[in-house]
């Protein structure tokens, strides 16, 4: 099929205001960089995430499903075929008592504030984490004492063959900053939480403490795609950076921050090689110097 045929086929199951065509995917990452995505589709809805998908598979065109990208590089060539973003359009919650549904575009952020306006408590570690609520449960991200794995009890989740699943806490098999989401590349739909009631002036108060430490520890004013190594065993990554003397070291526009050696930050025009360049430089010095591989947490997809 040419594009002109996949723009009319898309246009069958989702609103042709919301298929983007040759889209710069830096619009659309925390980094600010990536090239274009021969397609761009935004669903709202489950039914066209669904039909959307099979519409691909019957075709034989490649296709990929991202969140808000705030843990992806998108490298400088793009991304062929289709991208689905399950962002801010996708983004319904619902409260019932001490359990929280939630599909799974929604801002972590925006989430919180939800959760905390119902008195809810445990989820404020997540206030300030950049991303959607399905990238969190994907690579199980967590800060600050709390993990998403002590508040999830189930997934809805799409498979590799285009059909709705669900997985509960046990199934999702969540670890250190990954999940059987992530080793079979599931997309996750929909999640159910399971907190506790509150008091809501404690969990804003305690959702401001927390974010007062992340402004303060963290460049969160810079375009970055937050931490991009896993903690090694016995260290921690920034540390064992800025300790090999690479604070602040920058290859084009991509920096080693200078306020927190985890993060690599977009100082302006950075590419997608720029930081895989930074990336490769930081591994190899800290290996010499200290004997430790730092494992990649930031995902790199694209053409390469």
């Known amino acids: 099929m040419n594009k002109t045929e996949i723009y009319k086929m898309l246009g069958e199951t989702v609103d042709k205001n919301r298929i983007l065509i040759d889209e710069p995917m830096k619009n659309h990452t925390s980094f600010k960089i990536g090239g274009p995505a021969d397609f761009l589709v935004l669903p709202e809805k489950l039914e066209e995430i669904t039909e959307t998908m099979k519409n691909l598979k019957r075709e034989n065109i490649p296709y990929m499903i991202i969140g ?16 689905i973003k399950l962002g801010e359009s996708y983004n319904h919650v619902t409260i019932e008592g001490t359990t929280v549904t939630a599909q799974s575009g929604i801002l972590l952020s925006r989430l919180a504030k939800r959760i ?20 969190a449960v994907f690579m199980n991200a967590g800060a600050y004492g709390g993990e998403m794995k002590d508040v999830v009890t189930s997934v809805k989740a799409l498979n590799d063959q285009g059909e709705v699943i669900t997985l509960n806490n046990r199934e999702l098999q969540m670890s250190y900053r990954n999940s059987i989401l992530q080793e079979k590349n599931y997309a996750v739909l929909e999640v159910v939480m399971e907190l506790e009631a509150g008091d809501s002036e404690e969990i804003y108060a305690k959702i401001r403490e927390l974010d ?13 795609a937050g931490s991009v190594f896993k ?10 950076i800025q300790d090999s003397g690479l604070k602040g070291h920058r290859i084009g526009g991509a920096e080693v921050s200078t306020l927190h050696c985890g993060f690599i930050v977009n100082q302006g025009g950075a590419t997608a090689q720029d930081v895989m360049d930074l990336v490769g430089e930081v591994q190899k010095t800290v290996k010499e110097k200290y004997g430790v591989d730092l494992e990649r947490e930031l995902r790199i997809i694209g053409e390469e």
């Open 231 to 240: 903690r090694p065993e016995g260290y921690f990554a920034g540390k064992l």
């Open 212 to 224: 007062q430490q992340r402004t303060t520890k963290q460049p969160i004013n810079l375009p970055s």
């Open 68 to 83: 808000n990208a705030s843990n992806l590089l998108i490298r400088d060539k793009g991304i062929r075929g289709v991208v």
């Open 116 to 135: 905390a306006k119902a008195s809810l408590k445990g989820f404020e570690f997540a206030s300030g984490i950049p991303g959607s609520l399905g990238g």
